[in-house]
């Protein structure tokens, strides 16, 4: 026990943490009161001024296409596709010169398939949105299933057409190569790892782990949760 954490003392001291992917959600002008979905959130005002405030202690603001190995930074993530990203979060994040990367659900685009957890409600991006987000070298795209299942809980053939389907409709939509890949809820088994290899995604991110230490580049990545909590 005292040796394990020895050890685990040892490890951080050799390998000091270097950056922080943050897992966001949606942007909104105020945060809901319903619990559930008060978590997906944070207001425009409160993600800039997380910015500003990483930014004063001397953290850079990183693409994930290119995660540096040294200093200290955060790249920015959100998942879904929430069509807020477009209208609150990327005129901030414009204005301020941050990189971000959108991981997205196919299904969710034009509203095809609806979000369950947000009922009666059409909050995804239409292609357009998408298409004009995805022209600004500061936005990446990534994909995130066809239609944000456990992905553990599917056979592997389910799970090949949940990941194989949605990266091939943001590449047909958006006429490049989508590289990086998020499990929604985080659910993910060796089939889901070996396939994303399988589809050449370059990065894959899950949903917990804190942030990133010297000389480590896991696949998965992790990532730590942003709320207002
Ligand atoms: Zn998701």
Not at 44 to 52: G, H, Y
Not at 138 to 146: Q, Y
Request: charged content about 20%.
């Amino acid at each position: 026990m005292i040796q394990q954490r020895i050890k685990r003392k040892l490890y951080k001291l050799t390998h000091p943490v270097v950056g922080e992917i943050w897992m966001l959600h949606r942007v909104v002008e105020h945060v809901s009161n319903v619990p559930e979905q008060k978590e997906l959130e944070v207001t425009v005002a409160w993600l800039e001024q997380k910015i500003n405030e990483y930014r004063s202690k001397g953290y850079t603001f990183v693409s994930i296409d290119n995660l540096p190995e040294h200093g200290r930074w955060v790249c920015l993530t959100f998942d879904d596709g929430y069509r807020d990203n477009h209208t609150l979060a990327y005129p901030m994040l414009k204005r301020l010169s941050v990189p971000f990367t959108v991981y997205v659900t196919s299904g969710f685009i034009d509203n095809q398939l609806s979000m369950w957890w947000y009922p009666n409600q059409q909050l995804g991006m239409s292609s357009d949105e998408l298409q004009l987000m995805d022209a600004n070298p500061l936005c990446t795209i990534g994909a995130h299933t066809v239609s944000h299942p456990k992905l553990d809980t599917l056979t592997r053939e389910q799970q090949y057409r949940e990941i194989a389907e949605s990266k091939q409709t943001l590449e047909a939509l958006l006429g490049h190569e989508i590289k990086h890949f998020s499990f929604p809820h985080g659910a993910h088994n060796d089939d889901t790892l070996a396939i994303c290899r399988e589809l050449g995604f370059r990065t894959v991110v899950q949903s917990w782990g804190g942030p990133l230490r010297r000389g480590e580049n896991p696949y998965p990545l992790p990532r730590i949760n942003m709320t207002t909590k």
